[in-house]
């Protein structure tokens, strides 16, 4: 069984940065693909970047390249997502999910473990 807490969201301006945490439990896989995806109020669930179990990034659009970064710990119970320069259109709920295939497209579809979430709001 897998169970994920995100954890580290808060409130902040604009310009300013969030590191974002998700606790992982689970049994050991071969193959996975762990991802952070975001739900602003009213809109679609979406996903936001996603880390393969090979250590490589998987981007879903480049609305956060470049001022976000995926990583995971050196034992690989937490996964991280690191906000900087953060957007008011950055403000939503935020939720871990974990998939035992590849991160391909990151559809949501393919995840069926999901956290929480924790919130993020950015003030102009």
């Known amino acids: 069984q897998v169970t994920l807490a995100e954890s580290g969201g808060g409130s902040v301006q604009s310009g300013g940065t969030l590191t974002l945490s998700c606790a992982f439990s689970g049994p050991e896989s071969k193959r996975w693909c762990m991802a952070w995806f975001r739900r602003g109020a009213g809109e679609e669930r979406e996903a936001v970047m996603g880390?393969?179990?090979?250590?490589?990034?998987?981007y879903h659009s480049d609305s956060t390249r470049g001022r976000f970064t995926i990583s995971q710990n050196n034992d690989k119970n937490t996964l991280f997502l690191q906000m900087n320069s953060l957007k008011y259109e950055d403000t939503a709920m935020y939720y871990c999910a974990f998939s035992n295939w590849a991160c391909g497209a990151l559809s949501r579809l393919n995840f069926i473990y999901w956290g929480q979430g924790t919130q993020v709001t950015v003030s102009s």
């Open positions: 880390l393969t179990n090979g250590g490589r990034t998987q």
